[in-house]
C-alpha cells in the first residue's frame, strides 16, 4: 500500500462528504467500502476515560460515521472476565479493511483483524 504523510488535517484536503469516520459507537455499519470515500481509522483506544470520543469528535466536524460490523458476523464468547469488545487498534481496523477489499467477505476480513482476545468468534 501506498501511503503519504502530511501536517495537514484531513478536513482540510477531502470535501466533507467524502469523509467517513469509523468508530465503534456508531450506530452505522459499514457494509461496503467505497472506493470514492475516505475512510479515518481513529486513533483514540481508551474505552474508558473517552468513551465515545471519537463519534463526538466525528459529529462535531458533521461527518460520516461507520462502525466495522463484527455485531453482524461475530458471537461473542464465554471467557473468564466476560471482556468484549469492539474497539480495535489501528493496526487491526486496517487488517480488517485491507482484507475485506481483497476478499470482499466480511467472515475473512473480521477473521484477520479481530484477535480472539476482543471476545469475538465467527460463528461455527
Known amino acids: 500500500f501506498q501511503m503519504d504523510t502530511t501536517q ?6 477531502f470535501p466533507l462528504d467524502a469523509i467517513v469516520y469509523l468508530t465503534p459507537d456508531s450506530e452505522n455499519v459499514l457494509e461496503d467500502i467505497d ?9 483514540l483506544v481508551d474505552e474508558s476515560i ?7 469528535r466525528a459529529q ?3 461527518l460520516q460515521t461507520a462502525r466495522l460490523p463484527i455485531r453482524e458476523y461475530m458471537v461473542k464468547t464465554v471467557n473468564t472476565k ?18 475485506y477489499y481483497e476478499t470482499r467477505s466480511w467472515p475473512a476480513a473480521l477473521k484477520a483483524g479481530v484477535s480472539s482476545g ?3 468468534v465467527l460463528p461455527d
Open 50 to 56: 473517552h468513551k465515545k470520543l471519537t463519534l463526538q
Open 118 to 120: 476482543k471476545g469475538y
Open 8 to 13: 495537514e488535517s484531513y478536513l482540510d484536503l
Open 82 to 99: 466476560n471482556y468484549h469488545s469492539e474497539t480495535l487498534a489501528i493496526n487491526q481496523v486496517f487488517d480488517v479493511l485491507s482484507t
Open 35 to 43: 472506493p470514492n470515500k475516505v475512510y479515518i481509522l481513529g486513533g
Open 60 to 62: 462535531e466536524q458533521s
